[in-house]
């Protein structure tokens, strides 16, 4: 069971934990608010946790108007929904490729065998690093995220200290080896987003080398876990309602309105953390200034306030106004690449093996996270049965 299950009730959607020190925040209505209105939610959760407060310049995701606006339209610029499109052969090839490498033809491991590897090589490929480097990427992402579990504001242990020191550690290595990357394409461009990257101008201005190598970072470290949770959380649903996936089989143009259902069902990112820089009234609670909020979007794509039976994956919902790519400035930006990976992956899938089915002897292992909703091994039976 997920926390952001059992925590959330519909008559109280936000509450202080006082676990953990932090607001949660469970209703959708509220987390459309929170996300809507940066000035006061600010995206700079570093600020509240020093350990985390260094080379944080370019990072995206922590960042405040203005300067997250003018940093997002510089990346935008060089990672443009052209430039994703065009993509769509290549994730195909890759996908079979991938498929065909697995030895056994009875049975699929989704996410060693293609959830995982897809999205990793076609991001590295797309910045222009070797794909072939994967296995240093998901040493040091994989050791990143063990050390980012469970952490909490109020008991700041020795423990936690290390845990975030052997993080940062891992993000330098990812760092220093983008860094070198981009050092060389600035004297020997390229047909590569990091090329892109660096010579992206709007208004005069470019993006300074420790820019550059957090957002190409950040795509590494987000091509490393979303897409695969993504693709695994969509066999799993489809897996539970034959009847869907039969329809799916039948007419691959409701894909794309699966994997939005996947991603009300069981959002990846379960929460998104911001700071109060105000006093604030939100949910009939008042919430002091400077105080971190846990924004569950999980726990918001199942309000019943905003979703009918909100506990049924229900791919026939028009409109589908959930939060699994978050909402306002921070949208997720690699949005459009999450999705065709997902349309082209489970088209493929389904075209290669009609029995394809969880096995009922070796269940799928759940990342565990409080913070994430996805896979980290799901076998599949292939074969007739
Ligand atoms: C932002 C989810 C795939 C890059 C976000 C946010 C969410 C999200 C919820 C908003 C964060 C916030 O408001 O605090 C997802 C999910 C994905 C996915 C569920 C897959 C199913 C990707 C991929 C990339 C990517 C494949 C890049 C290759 C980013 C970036 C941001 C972001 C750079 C920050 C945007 C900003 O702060 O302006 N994502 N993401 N995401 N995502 Fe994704």
Request: glycine share 0%; proline share 0%; charged share 25%.
């Given at each position: 069971g997920h926390f952001w299950l059992r925590g959330r009730h519909p008559d109280q959607p936000v509450s202080f934990d006082a676990a953990t020190g932090m607001w949660n925040v469970f209703g959708h209505p509220e987390a459309l608010r929170i996300l809507g209105d940066p000035k006061t939610f600010?995206?700079?959760?570093g600020r509240l946790v020093p350990s985390l407060e260094t080379g944080r310049e370019g990072m995206l995701t922590q960042m405040d108007p203005p300067a997250h606006g003018k940093l997002r339209k510089l990346v935008s610029h060089a990672f443009t929904p052209k430039v994703v499109a065009d993509l769509e052969p290549r994730i195909a090839e890759l996908t079979r490729e991938l498929l065909d490498e697995v030895a056994d033809p009875d049975r699929l491991e989704l996410v060693t065998d293609l959830a995982y590897p897809l999205p990793v090589i076609v991001i590295a490929e797309l910045l222009g690093v070797p794909g072939s480097d994967r296995h240093l990427f998901k040493q040091w992402v994989d050791k990143m995220f063990e050390n980012t579990q469970q952490f909490s504001l109020v008991n700041e242990s020795e423990e936690q200290e290390r845990s975030v020191a052997v993080a940062m550690e891992q993000f330098k290595h990812l760092a220093d080896y983008i860094g070198e990357h981009a050092d060389d394409r600035r004297r020997h461009p390229r047909a590569d987003l990091l090329t892109k990257l660096v010579e992206a101008e709007v208004d005069g201005e470019r993006l300074t080398q420790a820019e550059v190598v957090n957002f190409a970072n950040i795509l590494l470290v987000a091509g490393h876990i979303t897409t695969t949770m993504l693709l695994g959380n969509t066999v799993l649903c489809l897996d539970a309602h034959p009847g869907q996936l039969a329809r799916t089989r039948e007419d691959r143009s409701t894909i794309p309105a699966v994997i939005e259902e996947s991603l009300r069902f069981f959002s990846p990112f379960a929460a998104l953390g911001r700071v109060t820089n105000t006093d604030v009234e939100l949910g009939g609670q008042r919430i002091p200034a400077d105080r971190l909020l846990m924004v569950w979007i999980a726990a918001a794509n199942r309000d019943p306030r905003e979703f009918a039976d909100p506990d049924v994956f229900d791919p026939s919902r028009v409109p589908n106004p959930h939060l699994g790519f978050g909402r306002g400035i921070h949208f997720c930006i690699g949005a459009p690449l999450a999705r065709l990976e997902g349309r082209v992956a489970l088209d493929i899938l389904l075209d290669r093996f009609p029995h394809l089915r969880t096995d009922p002897d070796e269940p799928p292992q759940f990342i565990p996270s409080p913070n994430m909703t996805g896979v980290r091994r799901l076998p599949l039976l292939t074969s007739g049965s």
């Open positions: 600010s995206s700079d959760t």
